[in-house]
């Protein structure tokens, strides 16, 4: 056999590079899918591939098995085969990252069943060192191909190879079986060569070895197929618990030796399922308030090693909160999101709205429809960063847990934004399940509750008044926050007559009340109840709140008790989400407000006008497309642009929210002087 060209010894020029780039974008339709080949985050794809122009309009990958030209894209008919990409991009792994041989390693291997020749053949077979036994056979599929697990399987069980993988460039399932009456297993990687799996396994897992560059909801989703369509359990439930018990083992192992890591698959099932219930354990008493003491974890030994194996190797501690937050919207049971009109706010907008509203690190902040908690993790964050920064962490986390509030009725949000805030950096002790709108059902005498009214209660607003404050000391109606940000449920009903009589918004124009108000209603009445006179407030409300006619009443009203400081109209898209998810495609906008206060002794001044400028604006960038799917910052060459690792979204919310500060600094606003 002639000797292979060494592909790794030229680097290509800028015009090879840009040719590269525009047929990897043509073939992958959207840039993001390109983006989304995470298996390969760690690779330069652009400046690895060979891609040229061979004939006109048609381009042609050279393969660095084969050493031929492969055809991967017509310009004119715009047939394309991004599968070859993921096959090559293995190939290159497969040489450069775990050392196998080029003559290890085979292409379009025929596979035999009996005296039959499959006509199609295995992708890739890699071969042990004698070049005859198959080792690893690997099946790789475009981004967007969810099937082709079985194929593989009977593709290695025919050659007799003792691993199989299945991959489209977004994710890869490792599977490995020693014998073909066992059943298989789940790996997390193929070995290295010259490794065996019995290696593999026997390896430590260290804090450095996670990745924090991972598409969660990729792999929730080949979990949901392969693990909990034929269980019978909540998906959400057990893999909520897994998630909680590896925060808690990434927290401890900074203070292990050689920071190890105790989640993860072992040699024995029941070793696994041992390890891991530990650690749930351990979890469940360390972060008090989220599950039950008899909750254990149910699925099988062999069931939770295949979830283990999808989520050992990743660092759900992430900065990169999106991930979460992404994840547990594909958790999340689409009929409770659309009946309540729960909807996880975008970060980008969350990120505008608390860069406005500019939390000090000495005022008190609550959400009181929290939700996954991100206003919550991104206030936090904002005051760590812009009056925390020299502090050290335990001055961090000591904010966190003395300022921070958080409410949610909802029992799975209420347990996501408890996680959440944990990883975010322990601002969970203040997240309680509580039904903001009905206070008297605060006072049930269970152990959550008791420690809920405890919190609550330092924060209640004091009236000079003596009946009137006693009132309220009972009712836990008014309280004293500095600051409100929350994206309250849009849909439902409230038909309680004594819930909503309770309110002044419910009344009608002879001062009666009708047998249902709306949701949203009596929210907006309640967050104004939450702030202190000259606290500052956000809220995301459908636009209709505010420009229907037969809503003036809500505008009279809320103009005679607060000052609008600005209104910022938002985008159809941006709460859209990707299918199958159902988003909204609800007109809706952030509302901002202050509290009118003439009393410096109550909170900031902010004396009653009648008459003052709005700071308006409309987000004509929703940072995702028609279809839900984000849209990310290029920059002048066309490259995505990152922010430590991330892709930043593309969206104008910044620059509205840098105009707000500039408009709130002219105004003399107390929180921007």
Known sequence: M?????????????????????ILDAIFKEPQVKYGLREFSDIKIDEVLNISEKESGRFYIRCLKRDKDIFIFDKKTNKRKPEEIIRQLWLYKLITQYGYPVNQIKVEENVYFGREIKIKDADIVIYHKDKVSPFIVIETKKPDEKKGLAQVKSYASSMGALIAVWTNGQASQVLYRLHPSRE???????PKNGESVEDLKKKKLVLADLKRDYDLTERLKILQELVFASTGESMFNEVFKLIYAKIHDEIEARDRKDNELRFRVYFDDQQTKDEVSILFEEAKEKYEGVFEKQDKIKLSASLLKACISKLQDIAILNKNTRIADEAFEFLLPDVAKAQKGQYFTPRYVIKAAVKILNPKPTEYIIDPACGSGGFLIEAMRWVWDNYLQNEPESKKIEYAQRYI??????????????????????GSSNIFRLNTLDTKSWFEETEEKLDARKKL?????????YKRDKENQEAFRYFNFDILLTNPPFAGEIHDPVLIREYELTKNKKGGYPDKVERDLLFIERELQF????????????QGKLNNPNTEYIRKWLIDKARILGVIGLHTNTFKLPAPAKGTSTKTSLLFLQRWNDNPELGPLNPFKADYPIFMAVSKKPGKNNSGEYIYKKDADGQFIKDDGNLIVDTDLDEIAE???KFAKEQKFSFWK
Not at 2 to 22: A, G, N, V
Not at 457 to 465: A, I, P, R, S, T
């Open 531 to 542: 702030i202190k006179p000259g606290g500052r407030m956000v809220t995301v409300l459908p």
């Open 457 to 465: 209660k330092k924060l209640l607003f004091e009236f000079q008044d």
């Open 659 to 661: 105009a707000f500060v």
């Open 184 to 190: 298989y297993e789940y790996l997390t990687d193929i």
């Open 2 to 22: 002639p000797k292979l060209p060494d592909p790794f010894s030229t680097k290509p020029t800028k015009e090879q590079i840009q040719t590269t780039r525009e």
């Open 405 to 426: 509030y958080g409410l949610d009725f909802e029992e799975m949000m209420h347990k996501i934004s408890r996680a959440l805030m944990t990883i975010a950096g322990d």
